[in-house]
């Protein structure tokens, strides 16, 4: 493969990391606010280890989803800081979503798939940044 078309093909995947981990960002924010602004939108389950009020959990999610929004833009805005960021809370996003799982099993699930597409889209950019 030649350099040239590396170069794009670092180019697309930084995009589409970006872009993913903006769409998980806002996904997280939607799913936060519904928690917050209605208690009853999840089912709460017995005997969880992490029981945690859902309006916590919703507010958690707010929080992730702002930060992986905002990350996601300055990846695609080609931030090479923003990779590692991305990393970090795409994977804090997987083991907050794990977390979540027993309130929304299947967005989870979702969820924390897409969050390991980012993570390993950011890492092979961040491997071939010089």
Known sequence: MSHATRNVW?????????TMLAVVGLFQLLEG???VLDDDVYVTTRDYVYQLDITTW???????GLIGLLIGVFIVLGRT????AGIALAAVSAVTNFLFLPWYPWWSLIVIAIDVMVIWALSVQLSRTP
């Open 58 to 64: 919703g507010w958690i999610h707010v929080v992730v």
């Open 10 to 18: 670092a180019a697309g995947l930084s995009v589409f990391a970006g």
């Open 81 to 84: 800081v923003a990779l590692m």
């Open 33 to 35: 606010l519904s928690a």
